[in-house]
């Protein structure tokens, strides 16, 4: 039963660079054709997506984020990350990070508990 | 940017059948836009319930279907149970970008 978990600093400074981690545990990150994504909730508010990025580690990112995200993987920490640079108030939401569906179906079927960020000074 | 719209909120009796919908600003949903549908109860992340349209996870109840339904996507609840009172979303694929709905909130009354 693969699990998700995200880390990171919960406190971000206006202009610096958010980033955050989702370790996968309960199977390897390297095993089938999955993508992982990362999504964001502010608090009262609905879904988004940032973005996702496959095993080969190609990525596709939301066109309203792209020129700020960067996501990547790490196969030999079973880990991918999230840096969001020039961080705003309007950034400032639980992150969640999840797994897609095998042969590359879209959607989010494993989802982490999330982490919250808030961006202030 | 493509704006997925859902009804923002339904009421629906104890043992009543609702159908959420999500529809598309592009244009009709079919089953190239890969459909999701996700429940979201307070203080919880997300769950999934409904994937490809109309695909279960193993842990969603028999009373949960997706479809498609006059170019939207649907989930549909028959037999509605009070712990079915939540956050739904629905999630489109739009060719390597993921779009979600702005969410429906269902409460059992």
Redesign the interface.
Known sequence: QVQLQESGPGLVKPSQTLSLTCTVSGGSISSGSYYWSWIRQPAGKGLEWIGRIYTSGSTNYNPSLKSRVTISVDTSKNQFSLKLSSVTAADTAMYYCARGYNNYLPGMGVWGQGTTVTVSS | ?TVVTQEPSLTVSPGGTVTLTCASSSGAVTSGS?P?W?Q?KPGQ????LI??TSNK?SWTPARFSGSLLGGKAALTLSGVQPEDEADY?C?L?YG????????TKLTVL
Do not use: E, I, M, W
């Open positions: 940017q890969y999701s996700f979201q992340a997300p769950r999934a994937y490809s996870q979303y999630l694929y390597g970008a993921l779009v979600f709905g702005g969410g």
